[in-house]
Structures are given as structure tokens and as C-alpha cells.
């Protein structure tokens, strides 16, 4: 399985980008979906996720408000919608997936993915 995340870029700060990332291999019918981001010398953090069997979608709250998760489920593929954007929010982003799905309060976990995309940069400056 291999997930392409895509959509990065340079952006000033109020700006919106949209992530994009696909999988390719399987399609994930089950489990959960989503982003997490990595700032330099900073540990990986959680931001959003989909829950594919019932569409729930989680977030950070840094970011609630201001980014929108969606999914294509047929498509293994899911979005990231991000609106006013804040130089904190400069990282680079993760794609990442499991088969399997947890009670709400671990998806902010790393080791709960099975599976992690390369990652694309996402810069907030004026």
C-alpha cells in the first residue's frame, strides 16, 4: 500500500491549501484516514482524521474551525481543506491510514497507523 499526499506549498498567512492524498494498493473500505504534521524540531502531531464506516471526522483543536476533512471512500482518497492558515500551522504533512478503527481518543496516536505517506510541505510566510 502506498499513499501519495499531495498540495503543498507556500502560502501567506489567511491563505487556504487543499492536501490531497490517495491510496494505492487497497482500498480502505474500513478503518481511518487522515493528517498528521511535523514542524522542525517538533514531535509529529495529530490534525484530522476520517472514519470511513460512519463519515466521523476528528481534529486537533489548534485547528478545528479552520480546516475541513472529506473523503472519497470508493476512491481511498481523502482531502484536507485548510483556511486560514497561520505560520504555526508550518510543517510538513502526513498522509496516514490503519485498517482498523479505536475509540476516538487514540487516533491522535502515531503508532495506531499502519500506513504513512512522504509527506508535503506546507509553509505559512509573508
Known amino acids: 500500500v502506498q499513499l501519495q499526499a499531495s498540495g503543498g506549498g507556500l502560502v501567506q498567512p489567511g491563505g487556504s491549501l487543499r492536501l490531497s492524498c490517495a491510496a494505492s494498493g487497497r482500498t480502505f473500505s474500513s478503518g481511518v484516514m487522515g493528517w498528521f504534521r511535523q514542524a522542525p524540531g517538533k514531535e509529529r502531531e495529530f490534525v484530522s482524521v476520517i472514519r470511513w464506516n460512519n463519515n466521523n471526522k476528528y481534529y486537533a483543536n489548534s485547528v478545528k474551525g479552520r480546516f475541513t476533512i472529506s473523503g472519497d471512500n470508493a476512491k481511498s482518497t481523502v482531502y484536507l481543506q485548510m483556511n486560514s492558515l497561520k505560520p504555526e500551522d508550518t510543517a510538513v504533512y502526513y498522509c496516514?491510514?490503519?485498517?482498523?478503527?479505536?475509540?476516538?481518543?487514540?487516533?491522535?496516536?502515531?503508532?495506531?497507523?499502519?500506513?504513512w505517506g512522504q509527506g508535503t510541505q506546507v509553509t505559512v510566510s509573508s
Open positions: 496516514a491510514a490503519t485498517r482498523f478503527t479505536y475509540p476516538s481518543g487514540l487516533y491522535a496516536n502515531t503508532d495506531k497507523y499502519d500506513y
